[in-house]
């Protein structure tokens, strides 16, 4: 399976991104897929993750800026991201977790996308 982010850019601070995580490749199970993200000289972190049953959680900076969500297949995962601050500039990335078969599971990352808020 393959993940491909986009729809990072520059944006102002107090606009909007929505980003997009699609993926190629079939699996018979898919258990999360996550948001993180990394700032330079930062660790990487995770925002945001929804899981098989449509639960979601958040990290407490982003909370009730940013909105994950997913379409009915899983084909592309979103993460809507409102509010943003300069702090939220970085690197984010998509990342799969699930399984090919009942003996094979996988953990895949897609290939990030920059996100830059200017103050």
């Known amino acids: 399976v393959q993940l491909q982010a986009s729809g990072g850019g520059l944006v102002q601070a107090g606009g909007s991104l929505r980003l997009s995580c699609a993926r190629s490749g079939s699996l018979l199970k898919i258990d999360t897929v996550d948001w993180y993200r990394q700032a330079p000289g930062k660790q990487r972190e995770v925002v945001a993750s929804?899981?098989?049953?449509?639960?979601?959680s958040y990290a407490e900076s982003i909370k009730d800026r940013f909105t994950i969500s997913r379409d009915n297949d899983w084909t592309v995962t979103y993460l809507q991201m409102t509010s943003l601050k300069s702090d939220d500039s970085a690197v984010y990335y998509c990342?799969?977790?699930?399984?090919?078969?009942?003996?094979?599971?996988?953990?895949?990352w897609g290939q990030g996308t920059q996100v830059t808020v200017s103050s």
């Open positions: 990342r799969i977790q699930g399984a090919y078969d009942p003996w094979t599971p996988t953990d895949a």
């Open positions: 929804i899981t098989s049953g449509g639960s979601t």
